[in-house]
């Protein structure tokens, strides 16, 4: 596959420049965002965009994903265990109080 790199004030502008370039339309394409265009402060330190765009016939390992083989294997229920509680032990009730 072929590339080309193309700036413009926007990245629609940017898009058009390239594709009246290349003369393809935007289905024949593909477009990533290298860097997206900023205004800056008053104009001042404003930057374009920057796009690549990607055209061609694409490459066999591209075109074809590679096809594995995906077993499913069923899992077993988890067996469920009994929380353990210990005993409940209970004291004896008080048969005499002290008092002051």
């Known amino acids: ?10 990245e629609d502008e940017a898009l058009r420049k390239g594709l ?3 003369g393809m339309d935007r289905d024949d394409v593909s477009v990533s965002i290298l860097e997206r ?3 800056g402060f008053l104009g ?3 930057t374009p965009a920057r796009i690549r765009i990607t055209y061609g016939p694409e490459e066999a390992d591209m075109a074809a994903p590679a ?12 067996e469920a265990k009994k929380p353990s ?8 009730p008080a048969s005499s109080v002290a008092r002051v």
């Open 1 to 10: 596959m072929s590339y080309i790199d193309v700036t413009g004030k926007t």
């Open 20 to 22: 009246e370039q290349l």
């Open 85 to 92: 509680i210990p005993p409940v032990t209970r004291a004896a």
């Open 44 to 46: 001042i330190g404003a």
């Open 67 to 78: 096809e594995t083989e995906v077993k499913i294997i069923p899992e077993k229920p988890a």
């Open 37 to 39: 265009a900023k205004t």
